[in-house]
């Protein structure tokens, strides 16, 4: 769920209990500047799952995450 800063401030309970199950991300003016996530999830299991995204074959430097971070902004 996406929600902007000032409606977390405004029914912070209630997006608190929301985060027990789902992630919150909070916008401003526009850009997304936190997530609200519970602790209970396993970050690791996660991370996992990524496991096998990137080909094995194709080179992956920092100047190549680097430039493909800088081409989406």
């Known amino acids: 769920m996406i929600i902007t800063a000032t409606e977390l401030k405004n029914n912070l309970g209630k ?3 929301m985060a027990e199950s789902q992630d919150i991300f909070i916008t401003k003016n ?6 609200l996530t519970s602790p209970a999830v396993n970050k690791l299991a996660l991370l996992d799952d990524l496991v096998g995204i990137v080909p094995h074959e194709k080179a992956i430097d920092k100047n190549t995450i680097r430039e493909a971070r800088l081409s989406r902004q």
């Open 15 to 17: 997006y608190l209990e």
């Open 30 to 35: 526009g850009k997304s500047i936190a997530r």
